[in-house]
């Protein structure tokens, strides 16, 4: 298929059809609200079920009801929409039900602004709502890899019946990219779908449920879930280096939009010869902690940075990587404030300076030290 | 002379062979049958699949032998909601308390009735939480003793029991609203026909409906079983008048 120029909200939304998914159910909030827009016209054209529900809370127990028929189901929202769904995306884990969740980002916390923010990573990645689940959480940093991540989205979805999330911040919903769709979705194959609301015919009785009275059996399932995470962990970890190489003195880790900034900063350093490498998280959860931690040790890195759009959420993460085999730096606008290049740029510079000068000042106490000797 | 047995009373498919929790002489056994035999006698039981609530009938679907959802607490019209819209071939029913539709659900039940969501609601009203253990609800009557309102429920500061078939009545939409009660068998035959109805409706794909179920909580009402049906026929029938709210396709109707 050619490439279309297209709204970041659109492109997910298109996407999520191209991988079957013709069942929305969404509640309008900024900077998100193109895609329920673009839905409405268009999943009548593909006979799908579009429902505008009169708040997220109820958006997302529609969801719980429509995924249990087993059919590929999504919303959409942005981040206090995000936090009125957590119930039902609590339940969704429990009951081991397969939704797409899409949280294009705004600054926070409250009503907090309509900006593009990250300020949503703990909640994604550390559980939004009560008990022992996690979500699978996907973050692009392209409209190209919204698209390629949506369709992901909802074969990982089915494959371990557990609800994902694909975050971006609200520029990735807001920006205009060129992109292109596969004529058809390639998956692999997945496991039947036995557990889904059909009616009981010709066979028992069955329950879409997160309700265990007996704390055995709730153990149980919390151990079944977990190992379900695990799995996800040896499987589905995914990152980008961009510029990663012997010569790098600093190791930046950022996502999303964030990661695109810096590098522009680091083509820009490298023009001014000073070399740095960027390390991409692209799933959330599971986070590429060994990933992280086996490029920060080599001798070559000075320090590692991390760059977000939020007051240092994913940095807890880098730090739980490098275990204090590194130092660790970190730099954030937040808000609904995009760092420039330019920032990014005279941050690295600053930390580059800084280690120049306290190496001369080392330096000089040496030479002194040896004068007096 | 031989004799010959012939089985006049039996349990219905749609119902499971267990002990249920429910106390004695609370009614939700009797509402659950009478849903049960409906699914029974209009063939249902392989399309059916109910949506249980958050309280006493949390466990519904222990006790009904069709497919089930488990919703959170008062979002049982919303699960049905996304459910039916996917899969409008099938039966669905949700099956709520008071405090689960009226106080926490009051939202979820109000839009799926307004945007004529095609499913059936059995509403059970017992003016009591039961599960928790006898508080206030949004359905306790006027000087009702509860846990949270030791005193009686005082109108001043709680405002008046909701009156939830007169509340939905006053949406435009067509649908199907009636209070019935399963105090006494007459009551319980008239009940039964309602729900009856409300399938019928669902299944002619019309309307969004809602049985109102008058129901006893003898455990934290504290009282007998006989002395609940009593106290429900004194005290509910008053301020919670039986009948037809709105029936927007039968004879007469509004719509």
Same mark, same amino acid.
């Given at each position: ?101 899409? $949280? ?65 911040d609200g520029m990735i919903g807001q920006m ?198 | ?123 059970? $009203? ?76 669902? $299944? ?46 039968g004879e007469g109707g509004d719509r």
């Amino acid at each position: 298929m050619a490439k279309v120029l297209m709204k970041g909200n659109e492109a997910i939304a298109e996407a999520a059809i191209k991988a079957g998914a013709k069942n929305y159910f969404c509640y309008p909030i900024t900077p998100q609200t193109e895609v329920a827009e673009y839905l409405a016209k268009r999943m009548p054209e593909v006979g799908g079920v579009f429902l505008q529900g009169e708040s997220e809370l109820a958006v997302a127990n529609m969801l719980f009801g429509a995924a249990a028929t087993g059919k590929r189901v999504f919303t959409t929202s942005s981040s206090p929409g995000i936090s009125l769904m957590q119930e039902a995306i609590s339940y969704m884990a429990g009951a081991e039900l397969p939704t797409v969740i899409v $949280n294009i980002m705004r600054g926070g916390p409250g009503l907090g602004g309509i900006l593009p923010a990250q300020s949503d990573y703990f909640q994604s990645v550390k559980g939004g709502g009560h008990g022992d689940y996690r979500l699978l959480v996907l973050a692009p940093s392209t409209i190209q890899e919204a698209v390629d991540l949506m369709m992901l989205s909802f074969h990982l979805a089915d494959k371990y019946r557990n609800p994902v999330m694909m975050i971006g911040d609200g520029m990735i919903g807001q920006m205009m990219e060129p992109v292109e769709f596969p004529d058809k979705f390639e998956e692999d194959e997945l496991p039947e779908k036995d557990w889904a609301i059909t009616g009981a015919k010709g066979r028992k009785p069955k329950v879409a449920k997160s309700l265990f009275l007996d704390p055995h059996a709730l153990e149980d399932n919390s151990w079944k879930l977990h190992a379900k995470y695990e799995e996800m962990k040896k499987h589905e970890i995914r990152f980008e280096k961009y510029k990663m190489s012997d010569k790098n003195e600093i190791m930046l880790v950022a996502y999303g939009t964030m990661a695109r900034i810096c590098q522009t900063a680091i083509d820009h350093l490298e023009s001014e010869g000073i070399s740095v490498g960027l390390f991409r998280p692209i799933t959330l959860f599971p986070f590429p902690l060994q990933q992280i931690q086996d490029e920060a040790v080599k001798k070559n890195i000075k320090k590692v940075l991390v760059i977000e759009m939020s007051t240092a959420q994913m940095m807890e993460d880098v730090e739980r990587a490098i275990l204090g085999k590194k130092q660790i730096d970190f730099y954030g606008r937040t808000g609904g404030i995009v760092p420039s290049p330019e920032e990014v740029v005279n941050k690295i510079k600053g930390m580059v300076a800084k280690k120049a000068k306290s190496k001369k000042t080392a330096a000089k106490k040496t030479s002194k030290s040896k004068k007096k000797a | 002379m031989s004799i010959k047995e012939k089985t006049i009373f039996a349990r219905p498919d749609s119902m499971t062979d267990v002990v249920t929790h429910y106390c004695p002489g609370c009614t939700h056994g009797v509402i659950h049958r009478l849903v049960a035999e409906v699914i029974d006698e209009m063939g249902l039981r392989e399309q059916a699949v109910g949506v249980a609530p958050v309280g006493c009938s949390v466990l519904a679907y222990n006790y009904f032998n069709t497919d089930f959802l488990e919703a959170p607490h008062g979002r049982a019209p919303a699960l049905a909601t996304g459910f039916k819209r996917l899969r409008p071939d099938m039966t669905v029913f949700t099956y709520q308390g008071d405090g689960d539709l009226i106080s926490i659900g009051m939202s979820e039940i109000m839009h799926a009735a307004n945007r004529g969501e095609k499913f059936t609601t059995i509403f059970v $009203n017992n003016a009591i939480y039961g599960m928790t253990g006898g508080q206030m609800a949004p359905t306790t009557l006027q000087g009702q003793i509860t846990s949270t309102c030791p005193a009686g429920r005082d109108l001043d500061k709680t405002g008046h029991p909701i009156r939830m078939v007169e509340l939905l009545s006053g949406l435009v939409t067509p649908m199907y609203l009636e209070r019935v009660s399963v105090h006494s068998p007459r009551h319980i035959i008239q009940a039964k026909k309602a729900v009856r109805k409300a399938f019928e409706y669902q $299944n002619a794909n019309k309307c969004f409906s809602l049985v109102e179920v008058l129901s006893t909580c003898p455990t934290n009402w504290g009282q007998t079983p006989e002395e609940a049906t009593d106290w429900l026929e004194k005290n509910m029938l008053s301020y919670y008048p039986l009948g037809v709210k709105k029936d927007s396709f039968g004879e007469g109707g509004d719509r």
